[in-house]
């Protein structure tokens, strides 16, 4: 990821690195952490003390884990969404009427962040969760906020964190995604075939404020063989959409 920060503080930086790897390693001792780190043992021990002091990090026998503190910061910036507040019930609803599972997804620092998922008695698990940062044009939520951006907003996303993916059908070129965002903004919804997990769909609706600015959207989401043919391509966009609309009215009027 590229530096924008004017006069970057090294030892803030590590530290964050150290919270990541923590977090990409599911826990680690001392010695592993330096070694993925590339640094000292007796500095990534002193960072782990001090996060360990400061409750971010709790330490069981030697292994040093991210700490429940995190859940309380990110409870407080989920609370501070109005979207979160007003799309909840409806988002709610579309999970228990589909069966499936529901999605709020808004952008920060060019990536979507899931501040919601409610699940419908038949949704499936899938591998994230609140919380959970992925590249916008990989899901169908993340490409319908791409689509009601600045064109130069998009390029400054896309500059900074690329195209492509995990899953083979994820879009990987700039005119690819050009054509799907317009797309997108002539229908009114956006569609996930596989793009980020294999065997998933995803149908996804905008949410604009009274400015008709992006905000995030919402989504409905499920299997393969439950999402195709005229369920997929007509009957939920148009049940996402139908609650897009209640949610931009209670934004606007709220």
Same mark, same amino acid.
Request: hydrophobic letters at 40%; proline letters at 3%; one cysteine or more.
């Given at each position: 990821?590229a530096?924008?920060?004017?006069n970057?503080v090294? $030892?803030?930086?590590t530290?964050?690195?150290?919270?990541?790897?923590?977090?990409?390693?599911?826990?680690a001792g001392?010695?592993?952490?330096?070694?993925h780190?590339?640094?000292?043992?007796?500095?990534v021990?002193?960072?782990?003390s001090?996060?360990?002091?400061e409750?971010y990090?709790?330490?069981?026998?030697?292994v040093?884990? %991210?700490?429940?503190r995190f859940?309380?910061?990110?409870?407080?910036?989920r609370?501070r969404e109005?979207?979160?507040?007003?799309?909840?019930?409806?988002?709610?609803?579309?999970?228990?009427?589909t069966?499936?599972l529901g999605?709020?997804?808004?952008?920060?620092?060019?990536?979507?962040?899931?501040l919601?998922?409610?699940?419908g008695?038949k949704a499936?698990? %899938?591998?994230?969760? %609140?919380g959970?940062?992925v590249? #916008?044009?990989?899901?169908? #939520?993340?490409?319908a906020?791409l689509?009601h951006?600045?064109?130069?907003?998009?390029?400054?996303?896309v500059?900074?964190?690329? #195209?492509?993916?995990?899953?083979s059908?994820s879009i990987?070129?700039?005119?690819e995604?050009e054509?799907e965002?317009?797309?997108?903004?002539?229908?009114?919804?956006?569609?996930?075939?596989?793009?980020?997990?294999?065997?998933l769909?995803?149908?996804?609706?905008?949410?604009?404020?009274?400015?008709?600015?992006?905000?995030?959207?919402?989504? %409905?989401?499920g299997p393969t063989?439950?999402?195709?043919?005229?369920?997929?391509?007509?009957?939920?966009?148009?049940?996402v959409l139908?609650v897009?609309?209640?949610?931009e #009215?209670?934004?606007?009027? $709220?």
């Amino acid at each position: 990821m590229a530096k924008t920060a004017q006069n970057p503080v090294k $030892s803030a930086e590590t530290t964050f690195e150290v919270l990541d790897a923590l977090k990409d390693l599911d826990g680690a001792g001392v010695t592993e952490l330096a070694q993925h780190l590339g640094i000292p043992k007796s500095t990534v021990h002193n960072y782990l003390s001090t996060l360990e002091q400061e409750e971010y990090v709790v330490n069981r026998d030697g292994v040093y884990e %991210v700490g429940l503190r995190f859940l309380e910061l990110g409870a407080y910036a989920r609370h501070r969404e109005k979207l979160f507040e007003i799309a909840k019930p409806e988002v709610d609803r579309l999970a228990a009427e589909t069966g499936e599972l529901g999605n709020i997804l808004v952008e920060e620092h060019g990536r979507g962040s899931y501040l919601y998922r409610a699940r419908g008695d038949k949704a499936v698990q %899938v591998k994230a969760h %609140v919380g959970t940062r992925v590249p #916008l044009h990989t899901t169908a #939520l993340g490409k319908a906020i791409l689509a009601h951006m600045p064109a130069e907003r998009v390029d400054a996303i896309v500059d900074r964190h690329g #195209l492509g993916g995990e899953a083979s059908k994820s879009i990987s070129t700039r005119a690819e995604l050009e054509q799907e965002l317009a797309d997108i903004r002539e229908r009114g919804v956006a569609f996930d075939d596989e793009e980020r997990l294999e065997g998933l769909r995803c149908v996804a609706a905008p949410v604009l404020n009274h400015d008709d600015e992006i905000i995030g959207a919402i989504s %409905v989401s499920g299997p393969t063989n439950r999402f195709r043919s005229d369920r997929f391509r007509e009957e939920l966009p148009q049940k996402v959409l139908e609650v897009a609309n209640v949610i931009e #009215l209670n934004v606007t009027y $709220s």
